[in-house]
């Protein structure tokens, strides 16, 4: 049985005091799930959150990281740097890092491989845009950007490595993927998986699904066969309405 693995992604929200504040709160209405509790929060917060999710079951995630250990990369976090304040996650290749910063398929893969060295659980996005999933490419784009993010990982890494599916035209806008969509759409990245790596470890790979996930629709799509949970945007900013969200199954 695969984990639910429920993740919030706060992307460029929220100060330390308001993180403090939100996870004093979020604490106690998921202390009893037995999915896994994350939260993506900016490199300003990630200290004061681990500090405060110390004795909690919420774990901390940062969301996006360099390849490299340390040098002349103005602006830029590394690895070691997240691993040595004791975060457990970290994002890789959101498609707003995709679209915004120049994340390719290279990059994300060598920031894959670099997390994984280190022992960070990475949460690696792949998603297709509204004009690839019209013209009927969404297969060949999620299937490829699996493919390549994953290219040169051993068996047992792979099988640390959480995929996001978030495709683009869900993200923040309101539209969700039908739960049927959404769920094929895993299924082809698990197929894809299961070619390179074998069926063992396809099936033991978390998939989440993330694209305007909120409490209204978390449950319909987290009780798809091949849906292991889901990335949140926007509705992980509430600790209320996350909580429902975590909580999908109580
Ligand atoms: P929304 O939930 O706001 O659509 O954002 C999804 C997302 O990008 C999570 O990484």
Excluded at 16 to 36: C, G, M, R, Y
Excluded at 45 to 53: E, I, K, R, V, W
């Amino acid at each position: 049985m695969r984990k639910k693995v429920i993740a919030g992604n706060w992307k460029m929200n929220k100060v330390p005091n308001e993180a403090i504040e939100f996870i004093s709160e979020l604490a106690p209405l998921v202390k009893d799930t037995e999915n896994e509790v994350v939260l993506c929060v900016p490199y300003t917060d990630l200290f004061y959150s681990l500090l405060h999710a110390q004795d909690t079951n919420i774990k901390i995630g940062a969301q996006n990281m360099h390849y490299e250990e340390k040098g002349a990369y103005t602006g830029e976090v590394s690895g070691e740097m997240l691993k040595s304040i004791g975060v457990e996650y970290v994002i890789i290749g959101h498609s707003e890092r995709r679209a915004y910063y120049g994340e390719t398929d290279e990059t994300v893969n060598k920031k894959l491989k670099k997390a994984l060295s280190l022992g960070l659980k990475p949460i690696v996005c792949v998603g297709e845009s509204l004009n690839q999933r019209e013209s009927g490419e969404a297969k060949e784009v999620v299937t490829t950007q699996t493919r390549l993010a994953l290219e040169g990982l051993k068996n047992d890494e792979v099988e640390k490595t959480i995929i996001a599916y978030e495709p683009i035209w869900a993200i923040g806008t309101g539209k969700t993927a039908t739960k049927e969509d959404a769920n094929e759409t895993i299924k082809w990245i698990r197929e894809e998986i299961e070619k390179i790596y074998g069926k063992d470890v396809a099936e033991s790979v978390i998939i989440q699904y993330g694209g305007s996930v909120k409490s209204g629709n978390a449950k319909d799509l987290f009780e798809m066969s091949d849906i292991d949970g889901g990335l949140v945007g926007g509705a992980s900013l509430d600790a209320q309405e996350f909580a429902k969200i975590v909580n999908y199954d109580k």
